[in-house]
């Protein structure tokens, strides 16, 4: 039996900010998009995540995996968007299986319109408190652990 390799305490302080951070993160910033546009950080997420793709359109087990989701989640939240006239959903050409969602040009418009009050709330809640110099650092010290957690650097890039 191989003895457990407990957290240190200065280890188990950073995990704890860790779990906070990812924990409290979201409820600071969804405030402001449900105030100011109608729609959930997820539903933003999603929304920002098809801008950001080719054609703006990704397979929807593409986009489950970029918004850390699972299908049947994704897809309850896609129906929402499509009600609203910003996403459709339509069979992929080359697998009659899957299913590719597609930002519309209403879908388009209202990203644009919703970024910069977003980005706003994210620049107060995250960057404002930190020096220039402290982003630099915490960019290149966070580095490892998400490599550590996605080696093949899916989640941030590679948006296929």
């Given at each position: 039996?191989?003895?457990?390799?407990?957290?240190?305490?200065?280890?188990?302080?950073?995990?704890?900010?860790?779990?906070?951070?990812?924990?409290?993160?979201?409820?600071?910033?969804?405030?402001?998009?449900?105030?100011?546009?109608?729609?959930?950080?997820?539903?933003?997420?999603?929304?920002?995540?098809?801008?950001?793709?080719?054609?703006?359109?990704?397979?929807?087990?593409?986009?489950?995996?970029?918004?850390?989701?699972?299908?049947?989640?994704?897809?309850?939240?896609?129906?929402?968007?499509?009600?609203?006239?910003?996403?459709?959903?339509?069979?992929?050409?080359?697998?009659?299986?899957?299913?590719?969602?597609?930002?519309?040009?209403?879908?388009w418009a209202k990203?644009?319109?919703?970024?910069?009050?977003?980005?706003?709330?994210?620049?107060?809640?995250?960057?404002?408190?930190?020096?220039?110099?402290?982003?630099?650092?915490?960019?290149?010290?966070?580095?490892?652990l998400l490599e550590?957690?996605?080696?093949?650097?899916?989640?941030?890039?590679?948006?296929?």
């Amino acid at each position: 039996m191989t003895v457990p390799r407990w957290l240190n305490p200065t280890e188990r302080e950073l995990w704890l900010k860790l779990n906070a951070i990812a924990t409290l993160m979201a409820g600071a910033v969804e405030p402001q998009l449900k105030r100011d546009a109608g729609l959930s950080l997820f539903e933003y997420h999603v929304l920002a995540m098809l801008s950001e793709a080719p054609d703006r359109s990704l397979l929807m087990s593409n986009l489950a995996f970029h918004s850390n989701s699972s299908l049947s989640r994704l897809s309850h939240v896609v129906t929402r968007l499509e009600k609203q006239g910003w996403v459709t959903r339509s069979a992929c050409p080359s697998d009659g299986r899957a299913t590719i969602a597609s930002l519309t040009p209403e879908g388009w418009a209202k990203i644009v319109a919703t970024a910069p009050g977003h980005v706003e709330s994210v620049r107060e809640i995250i960057f404002d408190p930190l020096a220039s110099e402290q982003v630099e650092q915490l960019n290149d010290l966070l580095q490892p652990l998400l490599e550590s957690i996605d080696p093949d650097r899916r989640v941030i890039s590679n948006q296929e």
